[in-house]
T-cell receptor, first 117, second 113 residues
Framework: DTGVSQDPRHKITKRGQNVTFRCDPI?????LYWYRQTLGQGPEFLTY????????KSRLLSDRFSAERPKGSFSTLEIQRTEQGDSAMYLC???????????????FGPGTRLTVL | KQEVTQIPAALSVPEGENLVLNCSFT??????LQWFRQDPGKGLTSLLL?????REQTSGRLNASLDKSSGRSTLYIAASQPGDSATYLC????????????FGAGTQVVVTP
């Protein structure tokens, strides 16, 4: 396993611009999660994919946010018309499906730090 | 609604002391509990995972206990080192929640030489 990777690591944008982040999970991990973390807080759940199906979205995920996981591999998170309140660390995590492993550990990527000016 | 609390928010100890970090949760119907370490500006590194049927897990100098009935978990780090300085987060997974994690706000630890 090479670990969960995220790109870019840092993104600075102006308010109103669109941004897209990418997450590559550990291979064979069919569950993928997105979280958002603001300064001094723990991560908050945004959305969850099992293979290519998006099965849950948090109320934190407004209409300006959209996530995809085509073919059940990498995932993208897009934020349209960014606002200053979107500034945060966006974290991606993956894990094996419960049916195939009794050890349901989630592995996190390094995160994408978004700054909206 | 599940709430996860970590007290204290910050902790400073001299090198060599044992660290005791606390995590409490309000809903005992958890599937598992995971402890993470986070260095400034970085992602999360998994330290230990305890399944709901387990009482504790150990890895090297780290030991985590779980008491579901009282809604508590404790992470012990023996013989602390300056390299242990980081923020430690606990997170619970509910059985019916697709494995999504609910996190505490973390305890920021500083180990002084």
């Amino acid at each position: 396993d090479t670990g969960v990777s995220q790109d870019p690591r840092h993104k600075i944008t102006k308010r109103g611009q669109n941004v897209t982040f990418r997450c590559d999970p550990i291979s064979e991990h069919n569950r993928l999660y997105w979280y958002r973390q603001t300064l001094g807080q723990g991560p908050e759940f945004l959305t969850y994919f099992q293979n290519e199906a998006q099965l849950e979205k948090s109320r934190l995920l407004s209409d300006r946010f959209s996530a995809e996981r085509p073919k059940g591999s990498f995932s993208t998170l897009e934020i349209q018309r960014t606002e200053q309140g979107d500034s945060a660390m966006y974290l991606c995590a993956s894990r094996r499906d419960r049916a195939t492993s009794s050890y349901n550990e989630q592995f996190f990527g390094p995160g994408t730090r978004l700054t909206v000016l | 609604k599940q709430e996860v609390t970590q007290i204290p928010a910050a902790l400073s100890v001299p090198e060599g002391e044992n660290l005791v970090l606390n995590c409490s949760f309000t809903d005992s119907a958890i599937y598992n509990l995971q402890w993470f370490r986070q260095d400034p500006g970085k992602g999360l590194t998994s330290l230990l995972l305890i399944q709901s049927s387990q009482r504790e897990q150990t890895s090297g100098r780290l030991n985590a206990s779980l008491d579901k009935s009282s809604g508590r978990s404790t992470l012990y780090i023996a013989a602390s080192q300056p390299g242990d300085s980081a923020t430690y987060l606990c997170a619970v997974s509910l059985g019916d929640s697709w494995g999504k994690l609910q996190f505490g706000a973390g305890t920021q630890v500083v180990v002084t030489p």
